[in-house]
């Protein structure tokens, strides 16, 4: 089995650096690009990245076609800030209101699929603190210069900041500890992602409208494991962007993040019949709070939801798309 992963290493791993941004912008075409960055409570960072695919790929290249935050449910100036800076924002619950109302990064991400133009589309986290345009420009490289890629998937080295100090390679805890044991172990074709959680990835239309997207943070595992089974190994791709940094959540976030990709991944084991439907799994977990004053126990709910391919949704086949309405 991994011999077949290092092989598909060989043939589909590349480097930021092997796609200088005037090459993807002349290998672009008639392609229509569509970067959506979803976005909660990010006022800090949102700016920044926005402004800067902007100057480096509306501006001074024309590569991006169209700029999307997603604002979802933020309680702060997230939505200004990116307005400010030259995004359209969209507010989460607006698209496709006969959806109904959900939260979730997962369910971010499927509105901006629904209300966005291109063919091909970029995602990128928007708590990024170290943002360069090449994350953008090195996921498009692949998808624009071989028509047999569908999907690419964004790896980098991960540190862990904790005040002023940081340790390289000690971030991506939930990747390392939960994601990629759980690849190994039930999808090991999968093996060779290096961070199967990232954000930061790029799909062709055609291809991401045909799976479902989980709501909430088993999207990105599961967006994985789907197109594995709907295009194959050979047409994902991924490349190295270099370091990522970026705001850590809690270790109690965390354990909650653990448990919805673990339901995640129980979801697609049951979908593939190799667990009964029988044996679902708990949907709620007891936390013992690690950080504050009150260590009393805590239950949370990590049930995971989905949304349909878009390509089910008649709305969105017949192209109504709705614009970005208030909230
Ligand atoms: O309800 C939400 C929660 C998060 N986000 C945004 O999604 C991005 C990533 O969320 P974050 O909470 O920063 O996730 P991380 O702790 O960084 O988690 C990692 O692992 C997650 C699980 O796979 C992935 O979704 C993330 O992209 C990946 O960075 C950020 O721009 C958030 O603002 C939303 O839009 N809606
Ligand atoms: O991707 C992950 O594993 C989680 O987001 C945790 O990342 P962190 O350990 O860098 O906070």
Known sequence: MFAEVGRWLEARTSLSGDWPPEAVTAAKGDHRVSVVLPARNEESTVGKIVGRIRRDLQERLPLVDELVVVDSHSHDATARRAADAGARVVFQNAPLPGYGAMTGKGDALWKALAVTTGDVVVFVDADLRDFSSRFVTGLLGPLLSDPSVAYVKGCYD????????????????????????????????????????????????????????????????????????????????????????????????????????????????????????????????????????????RVSDVSVHERPPLITVPEYVEGLRPGPEPE
């Open 158 to 297: 991960r540190p862990l900041t904790e005040g002023a100090v940081s340790r390289p390679h000690a971030g991506g805890r939930v990747t390392e500890l939960v994601a990629r044991p759980l690849i190994n172990l039930h999808w090991p074709e999968l093996a060779g992602f290096r961070q199967p959680l990232a954000g930061e990835y790029a799909g062709r239309r055609a291809t991401l409208e045909r799976i479902p997207f989980v709501t909430g943070y088993g999207v990105e595992l599961g967006l994985l494991i789907d197109l594995l089974g709907l295009v194959g190994l050979d047409a994902l791709a991924q490349v190295d962007l270099g370091v990522r940094a970026h705001s850590h959540q809690t270790l109690d976030a965390l354990g909650q993040m653990a448990a919805h990709i673990m339901l995640t991944a129980w979801t697609r084991l049951e979908r593939q019949g190799r667990v009964p439907a029988s044996a679902l799994p708990y949907h709620e977990i007891l936390q013992f709070p690690t950080a504050g004053d009150d260590r009393r126990p």
